[in-house]
């Protein structure tokens, strides 16, 4: 009797499934390769000279660096952009331009850490031996787009050439070896992406893991709303998180120095609001120059002092067996305060600044929060005053509890 032609199709497909799924990975001439691997420690600079995507369809050149700093909070690494050039023929761009001109050196995002980790270990699909016939063809042609990567004890040239593959791949040619090498697109357009949108707006570069300790200063404006905070306090809040030893392990805890009263989950949110700021408009301070100690941020600006914020931070470090480490400090003003437009350059165009949105200044990082803020540490204030109401008030009922004990 026959085997039906059904029947041997029903059995086949279960084999054929499995045959797919364990079936041996390519390793085919269209496997992505390493072209070379250094650690990433030993990176130290990548400069860039070309053009990037500065909205979807407008470009313009720039040249600029990516530094790589050791983050003095946790030992980790922080990646500070420093822009030298930046210029387009647009003409619809030729105000947002002549602002990104005035930016200087900032911190980048996390993604800037990918840029760096594509370069300290290169991928490519193909290498072939350079021929000279073929730059224009390849669009390396001038070398419009020349990348280099600054290592310990080596340093690569790159020229960056035009899309292929259906705008999967990019051609490449590596200056020191004479080679061109196909690369993944990807790779290219993280480093032509607008680097002005890598900036970090966050006044903590280095993160907030490790920060133990919050000086804050309260104003007097803002404090006569809190009588009972501006008499025990004076307006001086200092924030420090101690180490709990809990059966489960160990737990993170923040308080109030010198004021038990007040509940660790007030002052923890508190800290929180302070460490999770993150400017909406993120803006640069146009002064000369920015030292170490934030009063230089706001020096020469019109219309603004120290005395107008409302809440003044210094965040740091405690250590037992050296000084305190001052990673930044900030300043929070209230939503009326505002800077004039000569006083500072946007990272983005057209600035959107809301009625409510307030203004923060910072070493690393200025621009304006959301409407939102305000209101929340107004919230958290109230909510450390009536820690202290519930305490006054204690310790009057236990005053007078003591005084009746003492009558006959």
Known sequence: MKTKPLLILFISIPMILLSVIFWPESKGKDDIKKY???PVRDLQMISYKGVQKIHDKNWMRVEFEIHREENLLNGNTLFRIEVKNVDSTDFTIREEIQNLKKIRPFYGLPLVQSIIGDWASLEYIYAFDFDEKRIAEYGLKDCANHLSVKFKNSTKSFCIGKNNFNDTR?????EDQKQFLIIPDYIARR???????????????QGTDGVNFIDTSINSFLLSNFPVLKERTNGQLKLRMVVKAEPKGNIHVWHIENLLAIKPSHAAELAQYILSLSA???IQLN??????????????????RAEKAALHCAIKKKQTDKGD??????MIFPPQVRLLASDFSPFNLPLQIQNLDHLFISKYASGYLSADHYPRLLAILHKIEGDLREDAQKSAEAKNAAEKKKKP
């Open 191 to 205: 480093i032509e992406n607008n680097i002005f949108a890598q900036k970090d707006t966050s006044p903590f570069p």
């Open 280 to 282: 909406k408009q993120p």
């Open 170 to 174: 990019r051609y490449l040619l590596d």
């Open 287 to 304: 002064v000369e120059t920015i030292k170490n100690q934030l009063s230089d941020a706001v020096n020469g600006l019109r219309y603004i």
């Open 36 to 38: 070379y691997t250094i």
């Open 325 to 330: 480490l001052l990673l930044t400090e900030l």
